[in-house]
């Protein structure tokens, strides 16, 4: 009997810090026979069960960089046919559009979820504590589900401390497709789902423990 | 809500972490990754390593640990000590890194900030801010303030802290890490008066660093300093306290932390 293998690819588009993600996936996959790859060929990407999408920097050199890649399409593909999770602007890239680029004009993204990417408006204004709010958001925030819970947050108890660093975040058309939510200023889409896709704005790959529980659900997740 | 966070620092040289004595007397501290698994355990919200080698041929040997601490702690991982060049970014990422650490550098060249960020993104350019209090004929010429201090805190550039950390912020520094000269190794507690006024004056999170000798002096960073995050050594390599004791305190004091 075929045995199917279960590879996973950390897509690499040459955008920003791979290696923390491809690390924490290869952890989480650690003993569960998942076959982790790092890789830049369109080929493995097509041919992989599932595949991550990570994203670091500025949405424009992101999606630039993804294009001029020719891994664009086979992300894509991916998006309408198998288990893909996007981090930070791997999430925000799957968004129709983001502000974050030439002013008035910014960026255009995969369009794979409805909705736009807007940049956090807080300017003078402070936090419960008495601080002001500082764009980035700079450090651990805490994720609340959305109804009905996603399977991804099997194990992952409402409220968990995530890692996030971002300017900007995503606003989803379809209320439906946020999966979490955080407070920064009010709440704002921490996690999108739809189908096969899940995506977050926070670092699973930073975020200790419950970050790798995170992807390691993923691994397995049967959509 | 955004938690306040505590980062632990650990001196880097030779390829070892070590703890020293007012820079002297510099022991192995022990394995890396146990030491940085210990501050996972007890809650740490990120990592800052701290290359105190005196040579730029043996600084490459940092980025094995890097490597080593980044394949089994999964938490922010900062780089500071002679980071000079986009490459040197470049370099430190691929460890594993996740932010650098300009100082010097930063001062010789500041344009670095501007290609570094825009090459990497602001979050993971970090400048940090030696800054002492102007005494002297500089108080008389400029009244009162901070002056920033370069190579290690040796010489003064003249630089205003405040205006600096300004003008950091708007080259694309994503955080500023702010070390007050005076009361570094004192355990006095932080400079409350500098850190707040770099705080207020910044968009970008402040981490504040130099003379934690107390639990509530970490607190009173964040109430009275405005500080974002802030950064200790000596307390938690000598075993005075856990990061889950400075939490619990910082907790107690109303301030919302990741516990």
């Known amino acids: ?223 | 809500m955004l938690a306040k966070r505590i980062i632990p620092c650990l001196d880097v040289t030779g390829g070892r972490v070590v703890k020293g004595v007012n820079f002297v007397e510099l022991r192995d501290a022990g394995d890396p990754v146990e030491i940085a698994a210990r501050y996972n355990d007890q809650g740490a919200d990120e990592l800052t390593f701290l290359d105190i080698t005196a040579t730029s041929d043996d600084r490459d040997l940092i980025l094995p640990i890097i490597e080593a601490v980044a394949s089994q702690v999964f938490i922010p991982l900062t780089v500071g000590g002679g980071v000079r060049t986009v490459e040197d970014v470049r370099r430190l990422l691929n460890a594993g890194a996740d932010k650098t650490s300009f100082n010097s550098a930063a001062i010789a060249n500041p344009q670095v900030i501007r290609d570094a960020s825009a090459r990497y993104g602001s979050q993971c350019i970090v400048v940090a801010i030696d800054a002492k209090r102007r005494f002297g004929a500089d108080l008389l010429d400029r009244g009162e303030g901070w002056d920033v201090y370069s190579h290690g805190g040796r010489k003064n550039t003249g630089l205003d802290a405040v205006a600096w950390a300004r003008q950091m912020a708007e080259f694309g520094a994503g955080e500023i890490l702010l070390t007050s000269m005076d009361r570094d190794g004192t355990k006095a507690g932080f400079d409350l008066e500098l850190t707040r006024a770099v705080s207020d004056a910044v968009d970008v999170p402040v981490i504040a660093s130099g003379g934690v000798g107390t639990l509530d002096d970490l607190a009173d960073g964040i109430q009275q300093g405005h500080a974002d995050a802030v950064l200790a050594a000596s307390i938690f390599h000598y075993g005075e306290y856990t990061v889950a004791q400075a939490k619990a305190r910082m907790a107690e004091r109303g301030i919302t932390v990741r516990i």
């Open chain 1, 1 to 223: 009997m075929k045995k199917i293998v279960n590879t996973v690819a950390v897509v690499d588009y040459g955008m920003g810090n791979l290696r923390s993600v491809a690390q924490a996936v290869l952890h989480a996959a650690a003993d569960s026979g998942v076959n982790v790859i790092i890789t830049a060929e369109p080929a493995q990407v097509r041919a992989a069960s599932r595949v991550v999408l990570p994203g670091q920097g500025a949405m424009p050199d992101c999606m630039r960089e993804l294009r001029a890649s020719g891994l664009l399409e086979p992300v894509l593909e991916a998006a309408a046919s198998k288990p893909l999770f996007g981090v930070c602007v791997g999430m925000q890239m799957l968004l129709d559009h983001s502000a974050e680029g030439p002013a008035g004009v910014g960026t255009p993204g995969l369009g794979v979820i409805g909705g736009e990417v807007v940049r956090f408006d807080l300017a003078g204004r402070t936090q419960a504590d008495g601080s002001r709010y500082k764009v980035p958001q700079m450090g651990w925030n805490q994720v609340f589900a959305t109804q009905p819970r996603h399977a991804l947050w099997s194990g992952v108890p409402d409220g968990s401390w995530f890692y996030f660093v971002h300017s900007f975040y995503a606003r989803p058309s379809d209320a439906r497709h946020t999966a979490g939510e955080a407070d920064y200023g009010g709440r704002f889409t921490a996690a999108v789902a739809r189908d096969n896709i899940f995506a977050t704005q926070f670092h699973p790959e930073k975020s200790a423990a419950q970050g790798l529980a995170l992807y390691r659900n993923f691994l397995h997740w049967n959509p």
